[in-house]
């Protein structure tokens, strides 16, 4: 069966650290893999997507994505966070065919100065 | 603007009233759905739709209604409200969908 793992419920960083959020999925065939963002009482924006191709995914907001097939993981890095980074995080794994799209549980992410 | 709108924003109703959240999107997709977002659980399917008249049901279907008359609307049906339904939804929008969504800015209810 499908499924997505984010081993992390929370994180917190300071301002300016580097942030690794991890993401770990399950998927018979060759997934999409998406990051979103929640920030507090907003919907979930897209933060960046893979489909195929080049395994560094860049994003929008500064943030990037490792594609490891060998791992199945799908972690999402930002060199130096900002205050304003501070948000809930999800991961989501999908597919080509069907409806088959699945998040996991989300990181929330908490940025102290 | 390219966007899914819902509404409402909030609502507060009680045990057993029927209420509507109605959900529309602007950009042609084929792809529309219901996720209830509860704490420590993350996003969870309601119920999806390929298409017009195309529905069926996500990973907690009980309790709730859909209809797809038109592609760009998808309303959520709640006929016979209860607590347990308390719970932050979303609707989305997908060209297909493994593509990704695109999400609304939820409606948050309260069942009392």
């Known amino acids: 069966a499908q499924s997505v793992t984010q081993p992390d419920i929370h994180i917190t960083v300071s301002e300016g650290a580097s942030l690794e959020l991890r993401c770990n999925y399950s998927y018979g065939a060759t997934p999409y893999l998406f990051w979103y963002v929640q920030s507090p009482g907003q919907g979930l924006q897209l933060l960046l997507k893979?489909?195929?191709?080049?395994?560094l995914v860049q994003g929008i907001k500064g943030f990037e994505a490792e594609f490891k097939r060998s791992q199945s993981s799908f972690n999402l890095r930002k060199p130096s966070v900002h205050w304003s980074d501070a948000a809930e995080y999800f991961c989501a794994v999908g597919a080509n065919t069907g409806n088959q799209f699945y998040f996991g549980t989300g990181t929330s992410l908490t940025v102290i100065p | 603007e390219a966007q899914v709108t819902q509404n409402p924003r909030y609502l507060i109703t009680v045990t057993g009233k029927k209420l509507t959240v109605t959900c529309s999107q602007n950009?042609?997709?084929?792809?529309m759905s219901w996720y209830r977002q509860d704490p420590g659980l993350g996003l969870r399917q309601i119920y999806y739709?390929?298409?017009?008249?195309?529905?069926d049901k996500g990973d907690v279907p009980e309790g709730y209604k859909v209809s797809r008359k038109e592609k760009r609307n998808f309303p959520l049906i709640l006929e016979s409200p209860s607590p347990n339904q308390t719970s932050l939804y979303f609707c989305a929008s997908s060209p297909r969908g493994g593509y990704g969504y695109t999400f609304g800015s939820g409606t948050r209810l309260t069942v009392v």
């Open positions: 739709s390929m298409n017009v008249e195309v529905t």
């Open positions: 893979y489909f195929s191709g080049d395994t």
């Open positions: 950009m042609n997709h084929e792809y």
